[in-house]
């Protein structure tokens, strides 16, 4: 495309997709897979096939590994600012090819093309972040409290890394694990999720253009994720796996990691709560709960689950959120005014329509929308549903859908009690023009994450995760990059002794 701001033809959408490279990426070289298998990558708007890929078997992801062992100790060894410049030069080359990224990602994953933009910023200014972060990995030097002797405190990369991502937000789930392991000189494997592995593929080119070496990175998508990642698990040269994806998923990769005692970083399913105060400034509490409900669709982590308001205030937030809502065009991400675009699949469809019909069955009173859009395309009505009763299973589970429950509350106490009552400690977001009470919040919701008037927290200068089973770990922020560092410690005598 030649122009930031122009609108996709279809003629560009297939020269994009035919001049991606569609094999596995492994020692720096694109392969076809060992048995020749492939996997289809579709359109969820159209539920057309846009390319077919390489889909790897075990010996794939075992090649994967060997190539990522072979070059741990030549890539730790290389210095920070060269680490740094490569990061820098990946960095800007995603931005310069942003529209290709963003345009990938709508045709993979479904979202609008503007909501595709916003997730290259994101995503790239990960690599940009941890660029800057690579010459400051630092460490310590003491005496000893007795004066005896001498405290040297360094920081070591973890070594081969496996990466498994979602598809909700393709590059960003990247560039959040791929960035701080450069940085700290880490080798990995990349498995994207199989309905989302073209904008991988594209990254790990722009990666090899900026100068990353063989070996560093490889990418392995396919179609039998547990049957080509439980092996890399169980090989002791893997020493570190970050995952993004469900609680349930997620869970089960721990137990796995546990036969080695696999250092592990849990990023994983939310319920987050939306809180809207009597005092809050409404306006502004709709612009974060529109944000916080519908960006991506509704299919993220961190998008709010239930939104519990005062019940003074209910009826006036419901029909302002409901207005909004309504005013949301659903229609292939790359229309110009598409505002919504389809779910990712079929099966997502499904989920969402249930809680939707039960939690109408369990008393839930319709405000708009509740159903599935006839195909072709997975695409799912903007919904709203008020008077929810507290045991539906709407506000127990991850809707991942562009569904948004109301309930009400009378007290701060009763708030906080209703907002904690899940195993989900993502995030949660509050609306209160009461500064003590935003910090009572603060204090008080079991959240690894807190949007006080504001209905978006991700930043990649902050460190992201969440508590209780929504995982292990921080990505982003200062605290990204620890995630990929062993501290080692070495006693030095008294060199006066
Ligand atoms: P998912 O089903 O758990 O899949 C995530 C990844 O795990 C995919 O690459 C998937 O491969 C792979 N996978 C599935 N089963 C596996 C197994 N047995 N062994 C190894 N890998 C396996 O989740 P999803 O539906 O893609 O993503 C949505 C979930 O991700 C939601 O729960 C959301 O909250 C969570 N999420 C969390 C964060 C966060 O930062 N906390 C961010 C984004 C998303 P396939 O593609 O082949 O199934």
Redo the contacts with the bound molecule.
Sequence with gaps: MSTESAWPAPADERRLLDSLPTGLFIGGQWREAADGSTLDVIDPSTESVLRSIASATPEDGMAALDAAADAQSAWAATAPRQRAEILRSAFEAVVARADDFALLMTLEMGKPLAESRGEVAYGAEFLRWFSEETARIGGRFTTAPDGKSRLLVMKRPVGPSLF??????PLA?ATRKIAPAIAAGCTMVL?????TPLTSLLLAQVLQQSGLPDGVLNVIPT?S??SV??PLIRDPRLRKLS???????GR??IADAAHQVLRVSM????NAPLLVFADADLDKAVDGAMLAKLRNGGE??TAANRILVEASVADEFTTRLVERMRSHTLARGTEPDSRIGPLVDADTRTKVHELVTESLAEGAKLALGGKPVPGPGYFYEPTVLTDVPRSAAILKE?I?GPVAPIATFSTEDEAVALANDTEFG?VAYAFTRDLNRGLRLAESLEVGMFGLNTGIVSNPAAP?G?VKQ??LGREGGLEGIEEYLETRYVGIADPWG
């Design positions: 498994i991502t979602p598809w909700n937000f789930m498995k994207p999720a199989a309905l179609s994720a547990g990642t439980a995952f993004t994806g469900s609680t349930e998923v089960q990769l990023e994983l399913g939310g993220a982590c991850e991942f993502l992201f969440g929504s995982g």
